[in-house]
């Protein structure tokens, strides 16, 4: 079965950059899709497409796609970005849809 | 606005079935589809799968196959995830979410999520 790579946990100091990365071979062809999650909470929908923001979403994050990864970053990171972040893409086919096992993302 | 808005918390007993309910407000349901993803506690996000409320074709996690039904109705805008045969380890957080894409990837808006837990 498909599967996309995180790194379980990133840490970043209050106004630094982030980057959280997820891999898979499938990336080259699939889109990505970016969540936010905090405790207790629904996903946020972050970015989609690979690098597209949806309205509402600070400017701060963007994502990029290279090769088989693609990244999240997050500019001049907040106390309030503290959380859980999942990609989500499908494999080759289109067929079946996988989400990252997940980064979270800690602020010092 | 947009809302999907699901049904209470359920308590089941292993081998048992449930149906859980997310009810679509604020657009037109039949435009986009709908699926649903779950997560156990201290675990991360999970799919399920997808159903178009449109052409009520779905489309399930090979995890989930034979197990797992996406139902609707579209004259109360309301989708529907029935999970059968259910055991301890399918306890968990559910989620019904709006794609923005095509079978069941990207999803911009959730359900506040459908506590179910499984326990004899």
């Known amino acids: 079965s498909y599967e996309l790579t995180q790194p379980p946990s990133v840490s970043v100091s209050p106004g630094q950059t982030a980057r959280i990365t997820c891999s898979g071979d499938a990336l080259p062809k699939q889109y990505a899709y970016w969540y936010q999650q905090k405790p207790g909470q629904a996903p946020v929908l972050v970015i989609y497409?690979?690098?597209e923001r949806p309205s509402g979403i600070p400017e701060r994050f963007s994502g990029s796609s290279s090769g088989t990864t693609v990244t999240l970053t997050i500019s001049g990171v907040q106390a309030e970005d503290e959380a859980d972040y999942y990609c989500?893409?499908?494999?080759?086919?289109?067929?079946?849809?996988?989400f990252g096992g997940g980064t979270k993302l800690t602020v010092l | 606005q947009v809302q999907l808005v699901q049904s209470g918390a359920e308590v089941k007993k292993p081998g048992a079935s449930v149906k859980v309910s997310c009810k679509a407000s604020?657009?037109?349901?039949?435009?986009?589809?709908i699926n649903w993803v779950r997560q156990a506690t201290g675990q991360g996000l999970e799919w399920m799968g997808w159903m178009n409320p449109n052409s009520g074709n779905t489309g399930y996690a090979q995890k989930f196959q034979g197990r797992v039904t996406m139902t609707r109705n579209t004259s109360i805008s309301t989708a529907y995830m029935e999970l059968s045969s259910l055991r301890s380890e399918d306890t968990a957080v559910y989620y019904c979410?709006?794609?923005?894409?095509?079978?069941?990837?990207?999803?911009?808006?959730w359900g506040q999520g459908t506590l179910v837990t499984v326990s004899s």
């Open positions: 497409k690979d690098s």
């Open positions: 989500q893409s499908a494999d080759s086919s289109g067929t079946f849809v996988v």
């Open positions: 979410a709006r794609s923005i894409a095509a079978a069941g990837i990207g999803a911009d808006y």
């Open positions: 604020g657009y037109t349901f039949t435009s986009y589809d």
